[in-house]
């Protein structure tokens, strides 16, 4: 994995394309989501592009776990608009990795690391092409960039948090995604396993991935994001932490209460 933390971050594109760097654009217009008759998420607008990473940030309900989802096209929208690169989003598109909330896994299910990690290489395959000597060239970067090398044959059941939350990652890298969406990636990881995965958060995004993760701990968000939506069903503020993040705006999504604790 590359580091270049002295390149401007707009002008970095991962996989390439670095002239084009507008191309690489997600774009959310007036997003509209509904569970039948429960409205979770109304006017969610925003534009942002590789390079970045994003915190996630609303009270519980707020609609975080639902706008990864329908950014990761697995669920219908009711009205709105996602666009990736000029194109409306496809849920085939294997640019876009989604890493779902912990609870959400079946830790017990029955794969190794190894295993789960040439799983981000299926969407790549199609009937006309197997598994190849690159995709295991790919596979073994991901494990190595993970520093996941020793644990490859074991079960994912018999790992750490971190460890597993370093598996999902490998994935998305072998999946070789532009795009990670990731459901509360800090959440049961104690704090040097958080200070490793917010490094690994900078060097993703000094490559040019664009990283989007839901965050809970208010106290974090300013070290280890770029930009923050702040949302509560409906959007209450998007754009870099500085500006955006403001005790005025965490008190409209949260309410006094939580004010204090920043
Ligand atoms: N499958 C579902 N069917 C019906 N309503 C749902 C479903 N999933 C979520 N909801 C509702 O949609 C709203 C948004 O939920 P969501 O899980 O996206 O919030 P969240 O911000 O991720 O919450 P948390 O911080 O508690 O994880 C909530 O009101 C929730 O009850």
């Given at each position: 994995?590359s580091?270049?933390?002295?390149?401007p971050k707009?002008?970095?594109c991962?996989?390439?394309?670095?002239a084009?760097?507008?191309?690489?654009?997600?774009?959310v217009?007036?997003?509209?989501?509904?569970?039948?008759?429960?409205?979770?998420?109304?006017?969610?607008?925003?534009a942002?592009e590789?390079g970045?990473?994003?915190?996630?940030?609303?009270?519980n309900?707020?609609?975080?776990?639902?706008?990864?989802?329908?950014?990761?096209?697995l669920l219908?929208?009711e009205?709105?608009?996602?666009?990736?690169?000029g194109?409306?989003?496809?849920?085939?598109?294997?640019?876009?990795?989604?890493?779902?909330?912990?609870?959400d896994?079946?830790?017990?299910?029955?794969?190794?690391?190894?295993?789960?990690v040439?799983?981000?290489?299926?969407p790549?395959?199609?009937?006309w092409?197997?598994?190849?000597?690159?995709?295991?060239?790919?596979?073994?970067?991901?494990?190595t960039?993970?520093?996941?090398?020793?644990?490859?044959d074991r079960?994912?059941?018999?790992?750490?948090g971190?460890?597993q939350?370093?598996?999902?990652?490998?994935?998305?890298l072998a999946?070789?995604?532009h795009?990670l969406?990731?459901?509360?990636p800090?959440?049961?990881?104690?704090?040097p396993?958080?200070?490793?995965?917010?490094?690994?958060?900078?060097?993703?995004?000094?490559?040019?991935?664009?990283?989007?993760?839901?965050?809970?701990?208010?106290?974090?968000?300013?070290?280890?994001?770029?930009d923050?939506?702040l949302i509560?069903?409906t959007?209450?503020?998007f754009?870099?932490?500085?500006?955006?993040?403001t005790?005025?705006?965490?008190?409209?999504?949260?309410?006094?209460?939580?004010?204090a604790?920043l």
């Amino acid at each position: 994995m590359s580091m270049s933390a002295s390149t401007p971050k707009e002008h970095v594109c991962w996989g390439g394309g670095c002239a084009h760097a507008h191309h690489h654009r997600l774009e959310v217009r007036d997003l509209r989501v509904s569970y039948r008759e429960v409205l979770a998420l109304d006017g969610i607008n925003f534009a942002t592009e590789c390079g970045r990473s994003i915190a996630l940030i609303g009270p519980n309900g707020a609609g975080k776990s639902t706008l990864l989802k329908s950014l990761a096209g697995l669920l219908p929208m009711e009205s709105g608009s996602i666009i990736w690169r000029g194109q409306p989003l496809t849920r085939s598109s294997h640019e876009i990795a989604y890493l779902p909330q912990r609870g959400d896994v079946d830790w017990q299910f029955p794969i190794t690391v190894r295993g789960l990690v040439e799983m981000g290489r299926y969407p790549n395959l199609g009937w006309w092409r197997g598994y190849s000597k690159h995709d295991s060239d790919i596979v073994q970067r991901a494990l190595t960039a993970m520093n996941l090398l020793d644990l490859q044959d074991r079960q994912i059941s018999a790992l750490s948090g971190g460890q597993q939350q370093r598996t999902f990652i490998a994935r998305a890298l072998a999946q070789e995604a532009h795009v990670l969406l990731l459901d509360e990636p800090f959440t049961g990881l104690d704090k040097p396993a958080q200070d490793n995965l917010s490094r690994l958060f900078k060097e993703l995004t000094a490559e040019g991935r664009l990283l989007i993760a839901s965050h809970h701990d208010l106290q974090t968000v300013t070290g280890y994001y770029d930009d923050v939506l702040l949302i509560k069903k409906t959007q209450i503020t998007f754009g870099d932490v500085a500006t955006h993040f403001t005790q005025e705006k965490i008190a409209e999504a949260y309410g006094g209460t939580s004010v204090a604790k920043l």
